[in-house]
């Protein structure tokens, strides 16, 4: 089983940027397809990307509502994947949470979960 922790949110202008970090322990990231997803009050949790598991080419996709804002990455060495956000709106305000499970497929309904980082973006 793998423990995820997130960190890295805050508060930002719109248009300003942040870079959150998923730090897993006890697997390697190398060996999972990771991904992050967000909640919004009063909304259910949604898609933003994810990144395949590094044998299978470490492919990423990305929700329509981030492609050209939104970077995911994973830096086996330290176990960590990360999501650079550029160019925030408010619309991005949410609490972020990163998963981690065999396939992207799987990840909503058999990964595993880090406790989320809040992303609050000021108009």
């Known amino acids: 089983q793998v423990h995820l922790v997130e960190s890295g949110g805050g508060l930002v202008q719109a248009g300003g940027s942040l870079r959150l970090s998923c730090a897993a322990s006890?697997?390697?990231?190398?060996?999972?397809?990771m991904g992050w997803f967000r909640q919004a009050p009063g909304k259910e949790r949604e898609f933003v990307t994810a990144i395949s598991y590094s044998m299978s080419g470490g492919a990423t996709y990305y929700a329509n509502f981030v492609k050209g804002r939104f970077v995911i990455s994973r830096d086996n060495a330290k176990n960590t994947v990360y999501l650079q956000m550029n160019s925030l709106k408010p619309e991005d305000t949410a609490v972020y949470y990163c998963?981690?499970?065999?396939?992207?497929?799987?990840?909503?309904?058999?990964?595993?979960w880090g406790q989320g980082t809040q992303v609050t973006v000021s108009s």
């Open positions: 006890g697997r390697a990231v190398s060996s999972y397809a």
């Open positions: 998963a981690a499970a065999p396939n992207i497929a799987s990840m909503t309904t058999s990964g595993s």
